[in-house]
Structures are given as structure tokens and as C-alpha cells.
């Protein structure tokens, strides 16, 4: 009886494939580990600016009332509502302006908040990056948190 073995032009095409698909694979793992930096401001990464947001807001009878106090402009606001057991974050839409709130800034528009009891008001920054214009969520603990009695 014969024994056969693999020809080694093919082991090697073989050996050549498996190191190109796992280079592949660890280069997409890379790739996904580094996250492409948005900044604001001349340069300043948009999670040091975060820091720098102000705004007040309250909720009162039915109305949502947020105020930018601060010197950076606020793209979009999310609201974090927390009720009994569960969480819901969605974006605040209504009539907030198209262009953010910029420095000195009010909006003011009717919320239901029914069943929550508190809301978490989140900002959210535009800023640059290599493709454009990109938002930026900042951290929950840079946001506003209000109690709803």
C-alpha cells in the first residue's frame, strides 16, 4: 500500500492562505480597538470639552426647559429616563434649534414624562473628524439630572 501525502505546492499555497486570513483577522481586531478621534475647537478632543458644557435645566408641569450657561455650543441633548425597574435613553426632538444651543441659549418645549422618576439630560457635541462633522455623546456624569415628583 501506498501512502500519499499533500504535494507541496499546494501545502504552501494552503500555508500562505491560513497566515493572509489570520493577519486579516488580528488587523481588524486592531482596527476596531482605536476609535477615531473627534475634536472641537482647534484641536481639543471633544471628551475634554465635555468638562467645559453648562447648561440648566428643569421640569416643570409638562415643559422642559433647558438653558446653555456655558461657552460651548450644545448640538443635540439625550434624555436618560429612569422609572421603576427600567431605563429608556431617546433624543430630545420637538423644536430644538437645527444648529444647537448656542452660548446664552434657552429651548423650551412640552415633555411626557409620564411614569419616570428622574430624567438625565445628556449633551451632545458636534465636532470634526478625518471623514467631516461628526456628534459626540459626552459622559452621563457631565449631564443634568432632574427629579420628576
Request: one cysteine or more; proline letters at 3%; glycine letters at 10%.
Amino acid at each position: 500500500m501506498k501512502k500519499r501525502g499533500v504535494s507541496p505546492v499546494i501545502a504552501t499555497v494552503l500555508l500562505v492562505a491560513m497566515i493572509v486570513v489570520v493577519g486579516l483577522i488580528i488587523f481588524l481586531w486592531f482596527r476596531g480597538m482605536t476609535e477615531e478621534a473627534i475634536t472641537k475647537f482647534e484641536g481639543t478632543n471633544v471628551k475634554l470639552v465635555c468638562e467645559d458644557v453648562q447648561f440648566d435645566a428643569e421640569y416643570v408641569s409638562g415643559t422642559l426647559n433647558i438653558i446653555n450657561t456655558g461657552n460651548v455650543p450644545i448640538f443635540k441633548m439625550q434624555i436618560k429616563i429612569l422609572s421603576e425597574g427600567s431605563h429608556e435613553t431617546i433624543e430630545l426632538a420637538g423644536n430644538w434649534p437645527s444648529l444647537g444651543l448656542n452660548q446664552g441659549g434657552t429651548f423650551s418645549d412640552s415633555f411626557d414624562a409620564s411614569g419616570a422618576e428622574t430624567l438625565i439630560i445628556i449633551p451632545v457635541l458636534m465636532g470634526e473628524s478625518k471623514k467631516g462633522e461628526k456628534s459626540f455623546v459626552c459622559d452621563e456624569r457631565f449631564g443634568h439630572e432632574i427629579s420628576i415628583e
